[in-house]
């Protein structure tokens, strides 16, 4: 048995809880928050596997120039004159080549597939209670160039053995009968799952503290003691914390903690925003709005609209013209679907912790022993989050790892 840190308490921080507790460890988290916000909490719940196709991808960097200027874009890189930002961007960009998407699309398919069946373990597990379906996802398209790629897409995860296929107009119609649809055809991946993410996250926390996890809400870690190599021990708002491991999950503030333990994550914040409708829409099926990049979910009594990718500092702004696309695209693709002002005041925010090649760092750098790193998920960080949590456990357990754990090496060159 070990005495294990974790600090971060979002998806990736809970889960490595959760396992570690499952396999006799002493755990206690540590959050700077309350943890009751953030990308954990704002997410779009979906559990997909289709998402095979990595952030940095040929053609994304061309795009983040073009839409530079553009306010309302579904992507925005705010150029700035730091240092980790255009290490970041270099290696991001050494990244968006074809070579890195095809190495990418197992690494990407096998981990979000495995972490699919371990949320469906935690579902039959009679402790918990969350909203959890099956029911696919569709990629809607308005313009037919969207159309041919996203079937191209569904080609490559159909070869990758995923359930996905193209529908056709009125299979979609038969398929939503209740919402009026503007758009050309989908794609549809059947193998998606999704989930209501406030939902899971307070049945996790529950858990763990009945059996024995102890949470700390409002610490933020402040400073790290580091000895040749090991950490002994972290300094928090309130107290100095020891432990045999640590778990450094702190999601878009990993690189710069990374920093006080001797290492240098690259690591940037991508803000995304949600609104969420509270009367029906009709809408049964979760959707990405392809074109518009806005994320569609019927979760538990509500719809909820989610989208944009701000690549912009660490900060929690609310910038409504980005919240007003989303619902204007929500409405250019259901005519009958319109978010009140209300609905968009009430929009939140989460940063995705985005790596420069769309892999998270999973495992223990060479520079320090005793900490392991699960961070950097971006736009997966839910589909990922059960089985990082298993693969930490196993790390820190000293068990054979279930999957190669060379992709998401924190020690790796881009
Ligand atoms: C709009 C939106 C939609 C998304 N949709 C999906 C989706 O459908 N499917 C999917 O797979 N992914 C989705 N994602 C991505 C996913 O939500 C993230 O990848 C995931 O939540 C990241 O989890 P995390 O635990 O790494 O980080 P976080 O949830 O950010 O948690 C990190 C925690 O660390 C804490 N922390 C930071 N610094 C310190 C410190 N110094 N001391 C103590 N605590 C600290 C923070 O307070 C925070 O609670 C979406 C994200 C957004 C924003």
Redesign the pocket.
Known sequence: MKNCIV????????CSAYYLQKEGHQVTV????K?DG???Y???????PS?IIPLSAPGVMKKGLKWMFDKSSPLYIKPRLDLDFLKWTWAFNKSCNQKHVQKCIPVIKDIAVWSQELYDDIKHDNAFNFHYEKKGLLMLCQTEEMLEEEVEVAHIAKSEGLDASEVSLDELKKMEPNVELNVKGAAYFKCDFHTT?HEFMEEMKTYLIKNGVQILTD????DVVVDKGVLSSIK?TTQNLKADEFVL??????G??SKKLGLNLLMQA?????VNKMSPTGITIPAILAEAKV?V?PMNGFTRF???MEIAGINHDINKVRVDAIGNAANRYYPNVKLTQEEKDDAA?????VSPDGLPYIGKSVKCTNLTI??G?????????TATGKLVSEIISEQKSTLDLNPFHPDRKF
């Open positions: 600090i971060g308490g979002g998806i990736i921080g809970l540590v959050d700077q928050s943890m953030g990308a954990s704002v997410n779009a719940g979906y559990l997909s998402h993410p610490e933020k870690v402040k928090t999950a702190a999601g878009s503030w990993s710069l903690l991508g803000k995304g925003y949600r994320a979910t989610a989208g944009t925010c989460g940063l995705r912790p699960a961070a998920h971006a736009m997966m960080g839910w589909s990922m989050g």
